[in-house]
């Protein structure tokens, strides 16, 4: 009865078909990989994305990064998610990696 409503109201009772991220696109930037990976929330697209870079020993750091800025279209969440990669890294430079982490938010 409660799926019910929920399709009546347009609410689906699974939370991962609202933010799951749709396949994107990679640039390599400044020594580091951006992978764009916009979130599809219902006909919207969310901006996110990852920063990697791999160390000189062989591993990779990762700095993953989501935004409230949402998009009619997939392309557009993707170029959109491309610049601001590109921005973070131009705007914190190396500290960017100079933790220990191998993953975290930025």
Same mark, same amino acid.
């Given at each position: ?5 929920? *399709? ?5 009772? @699974?939370? &991962? /078909?609202?933010? #799951?991220?749709? !396949?994107?696109?990679? &640039?390599?930037?400044? /020594? ?5 990976? !916009?979130?599809? &929330?219902?006909? #919207?697209?969310?901006?996110? %994305? @990852?920063?990697? *870079? ?6 990779? *750091? ?21 610049? *601001? ?5 131009? #705007?914190? %430079? !190396?500290?960017?990696?100079? /933790? ?7």
């Amino acid at each position: 009865m409660a799926s019910f409503f929920s *399709k009546l109201f347009g609410r689906s009772g @699974n939370s &991962e /078909d609202q933010a #799951q991220a749709a !396949p994107g696109k990679s &640039e390599a930037y400044a /020594d580091c990989t951006i992978r764009a990976t !916009p979130m599809r &929330e219902g006909s #919207q697209f969310r901006l996110a %994305g @990852n920063i990697e *870079k791999v160390s000189a020993e062989g591993g990779a *750091k990762v700095r993953s990064f989501i935004r409230a800025d949402l998009f009619a279209s997939e392309q557009d969440a993707i170029d959109a998610a491309l610049r *601001k990669g590109r921005q973070i890294i131009d #705007q914190t %430079g !190396p500290s960017l990696f100079s /933790d220990d982490a191998s993953s975290r938010q930025v």
